[in-house]
């Protein structure tokens, strides 16, 4: 991976490490499911009316909307809901790093190196570290909410495979459109089990500071975690293997725990800044440069798909590597 992308990689990584204590702010004004149907809306009413829909494959732009925008966030948001804390939510969210190199080379047959697979086993270290500590802290999460944030990673790992499998041309475009699928299902979600009652509520109060925070964590959210973070991040997918771009998203907790210290009184002791030295050290030891043929090969692959992608139906194979 370029240096270039590496450096937008870890962009995304600060930017959805912060977007855990924004989704907290909003979550202490909006019930969790109206809550990811709300966030998702505002972005597919504008797409719907103004962007046209990418070239892709509709079943990779619908699986894409329900891995990444249903099942990870219907999980997650519940998870805080009922009382995962926000900095290991950040942490347990990023088992969809190894759930997405695990299915990329069982569903997909992507080929992972000895070096992605030392990287990826490393930060997994790390993050277990992490999480069995503050297990054992006074207020840990209970088991229930923690299962709920891994089904949300199993979730984010699906929407990344279905996002590689979509090829986009245009992967921005593809990103609006992902924002499309979300709001129904999930405001038919918020109707059945929190109620129209629930919902009414949440618009109560918003002039004051409590709503004007949640305001203020919903706008970062949509602007900030989903327009720039979701579409850099599904561009980055869309020109490197998933079990390269993956591993990036384990730094997420190392911002997220931070963030929640400095911004939640989330404490962050000793033994977790150093494990999370470790899960950086594995993300950057599995994301590391590839040999000179290996990157001769991708390009040609590239090229070859791009050349495939304007003209349909024309086999393009690429020169053999000497």
Known sequence: MPVRDRLLALTVAVVWGLNFPAIHLSLEQFPPFFLVALRFALVAVPTLLLVPRPAVPVRWLVGYG?????????????????GMPTGLASLVLQ??????VLLAGLLLRERLTARQVAGVALAVGGLGGIAVHRAGLDGGATLVPV???????????LGNLSNRQARA???????????????VPMLAVSLALEGPAAVGASFGGLGERQGLLALAGLAFTVLVATLLGSGIWTALMARHPSSTVAPFSMLVPVVGIGAS??????PTTLPEVALGGVVVAGVLLGSGGQSPARRSQAASSASCSAASARWPG???SPRPLR
């Open 95 to 100: 088992s969809s790093a190894p759930f997405t």
């Open 169 to 183: 041309a245009e992967p921005f475009r593809l990103m609006l459109w992902m924002t499309v699928v979300p709001p």
């Open 147 to 157: 299962l709920l944030t891994l089904c949300a990673g199993l979730g984010w790992a």
């Open 314 to 316: 024309t086999a393009v």
């Open 261 to 266: 210290w400095l911004l939640l009184d989330d």
């Open 66 to 82: 329900l891995g990444f925008g249903v099942l990870q966030f219907l999980f997650l948001y519940l998870a805080m809901d009922t």
